[in-house]
């Protein structure tokens, strides 16, 4: 009988995670005492390595005596790991160690009774994510974590032993699978970025070598920071562009975010065909300081946050071209080597932009520069977007089967008659 049958016939019973497990977390030792990392012996685990893949091995590795004097809990294998916190999608993450380990005080360590499979409850864990995530979003503070407390809270359902050895096991060949195709999806976005790169150092030879070149600054007739008030769900205006609208080099309003502003405010930051729109501040050096082209299709009210710069152009320079003299490698290296850190994010400003140097050829020529590329970047383009597209459907996947296995949360809430997730 599958799991969610015998969630509708009450045949589940959910236990909290501190009924059936012991539980603890690890420390960070000293960084001043070598003596507790040389010489290294066990492995010492961060939450950057908590990715739903089993730990088999570190990137550090703390000593026997760090262990003795540092209260480091020795974790046998099959322990489940929990990430309290950590930047991105670290946070809520769940691994099992498959090597005797310890780890630092961000991860929450489960060491399971013989009543639970540690596959089974990782997997259980791994289905939870999103939810886990939405609890720890919820406590208020300057950062969502998770803790000891809500992990030990959190209920599972416990079935037979054989069902769940059945059930991970089922999952694990398909996840498998599933992390097999996702490689070779993504191999295929680093060849069609490849192209794209190798195409990009062609266009900067010929260009380089062949006109002068002159500082982005002699073109800009204005830069503009944008709006800074956060819109809030539900609210209704014009369309607010975020990075995730632009960082993929064009306006993309498959998600649009609309805010309520005033008047001057519309028209302060109101976006007008021709306006470049540069990435203010991004934790990927990649994107920070990518722009793109305001066309005539964007809805004339939309405006702009703060993590972008709309810049307005003189005359005598092309939207689309300075927007490819932007992406030459020698201009992405001004960008990149320059872009300051604050907080994890890197930043880029005025003074950056304008210091980089662009070739300059008569309008005309740019024209001409622009229709003979336009048709080759697209069709490259086109190729590294739909192997993009492809990967994401199959970083899809892994929810929908575990989402499949445990079925949906509502027949988990409908038999325990409470919320799965509660603190109570």
Not at 115 to 134: I, N, T, V
Not at 154 to 161: G, M, R, S
Not at 263 to 281: C, I, M, N, Q, S
Not at 328 to 342: C, D, G, H, K, N
């Amino acid at each position: 009988m599958s799991l969610d049958a015998l969630l509708q016939a009450n045949r589940v019973e959910m236990v909290k995670i501190a009924d059936v497990a012991k539980t603890t977390s690890g420390t960070t030792p000293s960084r001043d005492r070598k003596d507790y990392w040389e010489p290294p012996k066990y492995s010492w685990v961060k939450t950057g390595e908590i990715a739903f893949y089993p730990i088999h091995d570190t990137e550090e590795k703390v000593s026997e005596k760090a262990i003795q004097e540092c209260s480091l809990p020795l974790l046998p294998p099959g322990t489940v790991l929990v990430a309290m916190y950590g930047q991105g999608k670290t946070r809520g993450q769940s691994a099992v160690l498959e090597v005797e380990a310890t780890t630092n005080q961000a991860c929450f360590a489960i060491l399971p009774n013989d009543s639970f499979d540690p596959d089974y409850l990782q997997l259980w864990l791994r289905c939870s994510y999103e939810r886990l995530r939405a609890l720890s979003e919820g406590r208020g503070g300057n950062q969502a974590n998770l803790n000891g407390e809500m992990l030990n809270a959190v209920e599972v359902p416990l079935i037979p032993n054989d069902e769940q050895r059945r059930i991970a096991a089922r999952l694990k060949a398909q996840l498998a699978a599933v992390e097999e195709a996702r490689q070779a999806a993504q191999a295929q976005v680093k060849e069609a970025e490849a192209l794209f790169a190798a195409m990009l150092r062609e266009i900067e030879i010929t260009l380089l070598g062949s006109y002068k070149v002159t500082p982005f600054s002699q073109w800009v007739l204005s830069y503009r920071n944008g709006f800074g008030k956060r819109p809030k769900m539900g609210e209704k205006g014009p369309i607010v562009l975020r990075i995730a609208d632009v960082s993929s080099g064009v306006i993309n309003l498959d998600d649009p975010r609309q805010g309520e502003v005033s008047p001057k405010e519309a028209e302060t930051y109101r976006l007008l065909p021709g306006d470049l729109l540069f990435v203010r501040v991004n934790g990927a050096r990649e994107i920070v300081g990518r722009c793109c082209v305001v066309d005539k299709t964007l809805p004339t009210d939309t405006i702009f946050n703060d993590h972008l710069i709309r810049t307005q152009l003189r005359e005598g320079l092309l939207p689309e071209f300075a927007q490819l003299c932007m992406s030459l490698p020698s201009a992405r290296m001004v960008i990149e080597e320059a872009a300051s850190t604050s907080a994890g994010q890197l930043t880029v400003n005025q003074q950056i932009l304008d210091s980089v140097e662009i070739p300059y050829l008569p309008i005309d020529q740019q024209l001409t520069v622009i229709k003979q590329l336009g048709q080759k970047m697209g069709a490259v383009e086109q190729l590294r977007a739909a192997a993009q597209a492809q990967l994401q459907e199959i970083e899809l996947l892994p929810s929908r089967l575990l989402a499949q296995a445990f079925e949906k949360e509502s027949s988990l809430a409908a038999p325990a008659a409470r919320n799965v997730y509660s603190q109570e």
